[in-house]
């Protein structure tokens, strides 16, 4: 259920994608991407503060993903958040090798880097927050996101960087496995897209 | 066996956070910082590249604190890194109000803020690094140093914004135990030290 908007920030994440690794991220300009992606500049500000923000800009909905993701009530607890990273997991699956191309690109570029992990920090919190008003204890809350997220960057981090292609929610049943805590997530659908 | 460049530096430091907390953090340079050091500015630059490092200049010391800690070999692993934070909380607990002055800086300010999750990023690939040079492999030093170093924030996150000053490895066996992992550490004795 992808409408004309969604897909025109899709077409123009693309473009950037494309642009910034073919040309460099500093090289590239915001016209430059809404030329590529067929569409005017002033379209490309409707979408996107600025060229940063078109790599980041699929937060907010991945937030959602993993929230709605979340069992009511859920618990329990640990078990609640592996099963959303499993729905995180399914989400990403089919785009893979632009994540690639985009974990290469913050890799390289310090200011990405750390808009990437103030946007981790971002979700932490509001995954704690949605866990609290369900009535989670603040500290356990807090303790129980960090260490999910933090085992799912690792998975992350290896997914994108490894050559062969090993099934992300595997890689994060590994990371929890090697943390003594083998904890699998309920697989949820791969989601259909490029 | 502070020797005399550590204790301007460490002058430097408590001069910086009276300014930036006084005065604000975009208002303070680097020269007001000097001169209520009682040092010149030559001095400053040749302790810190900017007035931003002078809130991060302690963490290569932290990390060596970590490593350090860390006994061989490293296991059990979790307990190993357990330790190691206990290590890092008796280092920390005579610095409390600096510590918590530096927080609400790094809080109010998103460039600070980014420059912090920076460096946390680079503690935990120095200390993942430090134990597959020992032989663990590297997921399991990366999970297990991501959720050790993910526990240890949720703890000190609390320790620097509660008005009653609980015990910081208290915390952090809080947030161990608030993921089903009541894992204790060996309490290293508190250095001496404001």
């Known amino acids: 259920m992808v409408n004309r908007r969604e897909r025109c920030r899709e077409r123009l994440q693309q473009a950037a994608l494309e642009l910034f690794t073919r040309d460099g991220y500093t090289e590239t300009t915001a016209v430059a991407i809404a030329e590529r992606a067929g569409v005017s500049e002033r379209t490309f500000y409707r979408h996107f503060g600025d060229k940063r923000e078109v790599l980041f800009g699929d937060g907010d ?10 069992p009511h009530p859920p618990e329990p607890l640990d078990q ?18 632009r994540l690639a ?35 989670v204890d603040e500290l356990t809350a807090a303790a129980q996101v960090e260490v999910a997220l933090a085992l799912f960057r690792t998975a992350f981090a290896r997914w994108v960087t490894s050559d062969d292609a090993t099934d992300l929610d595997s890689l994060i049943d590994q990371a929890y496995a090697a ?16």
């Open 61 to 70: 909905r991945l937030v959602g993903l993993l929230v709605d993701a979340l």
């Open 101 to 135: 191309q985009r974990a290469a690109l913050i890799r390289a570029h310090r200011e990405l880097a750390e808009r990437e992990l103030l946007k981790g920090q971002s979700w932490a919190e509001a995954l704690a927050r949605v866990l609290t008003d369900r009535g």
């Open 179 to 194: 943390t003594g805590r083998p904890l699998k997530g309920r697989r949820a659908p791969t989601s259909a897209g490029s």
């Open 80 to 97: 609640a958040l592996r099963d959303a990273l499993s729905a995180l997991a399914a989400d990403m699956t089919p785009r893979r090798a």
